[in-house]
């Protein structure tokens, strides 16, 4: 019975998304192939416009800071701060696990405190506050000892965020909306990679040594400043659900049609988690059917984290260094870009993420074999970077095909989270040691198998739907 409520609610959606493109003009009719609420019904189109107004620009800032304060040490590693404080060790690798360590401790507790007790629009910006700010005294640690500390709290503050973000986001998006807003989110991760790096560029130019602070340390305090205005926007930005707003923008009607919307949609109101739920859950097959193919796709093209050590020991610039990968950045957005328009517009999931794993083993093979021109490596370390198009596909997927259980899409991308951290403890310090870059023993070559992984895993999780309705 639940399995023919869900099927229906799916088939709600897509009915309710088929008519709504039919009466629409022909231009809108063409624009909407790349932007969808240029087409559709009048109310809906404003409505769907003022979400790309507020709530979707507020967690793309809110990512964006997410991110950059995630992943800055690893420009500053290369801008001064292994010297300054003598990393010649695993350090790097380090740095990463404690981070990811307090990512898996915090994010199922983060996601049942949202959802039972304390509303997005606080508890969010309230974290990127309080990360922001140990950001900042990153820039004053004199010793490995402390940045590991640091981060392994901004790692725990920083869990309650991105599947905080990606479950507003399927709240509020219906089927034929959300994977490119998805795609745009997580490509949040290349634009913040590639600002990092400029600024990194930049302040090792211009204020390295200034008021006896090293460039690399710029960085932290620089970061700092940029994410807390944005955190304390969130409390305005962030909507909460559509059961719950109260959100400054909303009117009363439009707040009525939200609702209303989202529930013609196949999305319900979400429960109190109770650990009843959770454990129905965790005892389903289909959270793990999800988290196994998340997993393969999210490490397959992990290859881009250490193109920079490559560049540094290929006797690049510091410069030159920070700057060259956001080229593959630049690649990895207009990629996933397209593949969720693509997925929003047409469908085909299975073969667009399919395919492009398939992209993800020829990269990771070239990078085996090493032995290669120069401009062959750097096309295989750039061709890693479009396997980022495949997560946001997934997860638009993922939600489709549970749309009528908000518990459950509640906890997807959390639990797929979790595991794909556990992954990141043991993955950088077991193959891809700091000390054997840039060539490692096992590395591209594990890499090569879990895209393998990931093409049989979404073919079962395909097959398992696919029977079950």
């Known amino acids: 019975m639940a399995t023919t409520k869900q099927v229906d609610s799916v088939q709600v959606a897509e009915d309710t998304a088929a008519r709504e493109a039919t ?28 979400l790309d107004r507020f709530l979707f620009p507020t967690i793309c800032l809110g990512y964006f800071i997410k991110y950059l304060d995630q992943t800055n040490y690893s420009n500053a590693f ?32 983060a996601q049942m405190f949202q959802l039972s007790w304390a509303r997005p629009s606080y508890f969010i910006p309230a974290c990127e ?23 392994f709290f901004i790692g725990l503050l920083e869990a309650c965020a991105f599947p905080g973000y990606i479950a507003l986001l399927g709240g509020w998006y219906g089927p034929k909306e959300l994977t490119k807003r998805v795609a745009i989110l997580l490509e949040v991760e290349s634009i913040a ?26 960085l932290f305090i620089m970061d700092g400043v940029i994410s807390i205005p944005i955190a304390i926007w969130g409390v305005f930005g962030i909507p909460d659900l559509p059961h719950t707003t109260k959100a400054f923008y909303w009117t009363e009607e439009e707040k009525r049609y939200g609702v209303e919307r989202i529930e013609r949609l196949g999305r319900r109101e979400p429960v109190r988690l109770s650990w009843n739920v959770i454990r129905k859950v965790y005892g389903s097959w289909k959270i793990w059917a999800f988290v196994v193919p998340y997993v393969m796709i999210a490490q397959c093209h992990t290859a881009t984290g250490y193109f920079n050590l490559y560049l540094s020991k290929a006797g690049y610039s510091v410069v030159q260094t920070n700057v060259l990968p956001t080229a593959g950045n630049a690649l990895a957005i207009v990629v996933t870009i397209v593949w969720g328009i693509l997925a929003d517009r047409f469908g085909h999931r299975f073969w667009l993420i ?13 990078l085996t074999v090493w032995n290669l021109p120069k401009s062959a490596l750097l096309f295989a370390f750039y061709l890693s970077y479009a ?51 840039p060539r490692y023993k096992y590395g591209y070559q594990i890499l090569i198998l879990f895209g393998g992984l990931a093409i049989i895993s979404t073919s079962v999780m395909a097959y398992m739907y696919t029977r079950e309705a």
């Open 129 to 151: 506050v309080a990360w922001s700010a140990l950001v900042m005294g990153m820039a004053g640690a004199k010793n490995i000892e402390t940045m590991y500390v640091l981060r």
């Open 193 to 218: 990679s590639m600002f990092s790096g400029y600024l990194q560029a930049g302040l090792y130019s211009s204020m390295n040594g200034r008021h006896g602070i090293a460039g690399w340390r710029w």
């Open 387 to 437: 396997g980022s198009a495949g997560t946001p596909v997934l997860i638009a997927w993922g939600n489709d095909l549970n749309a009528a259980d908000p518990n459950l899409r509640q906890l997807l991308v959390a639990t797929s989270n979790i595991i794909s951290y556990a992954f990141v403890l043991w993955m950088p310090l077991a193959l891809f040691p700091t000390y054997d870059a």
């Open 23 to 50: 009466e629409t003009s022909w231009w809108r009719h063409i624009v909407g192939y790349v932007w969808d609420s240029v087409e559709g019904e009048p109310e809906n189109r404003r409505y769907v416009q003022k």
């Open 354 to 366: 399919n395919g492009l794993m398939a992209l993800m083993m020829l990269s990771n093979i070239l």
């Open 78 to 109: 290369v801008s001064g701060m292994q010297q300054d404080l003598q990393l010649y060790g695993n350090e790097r690798n380090w740095l990463n696990t404690w981070f990811s360590l307090g990512i898996i401790i915090g994010t199922v507790p």
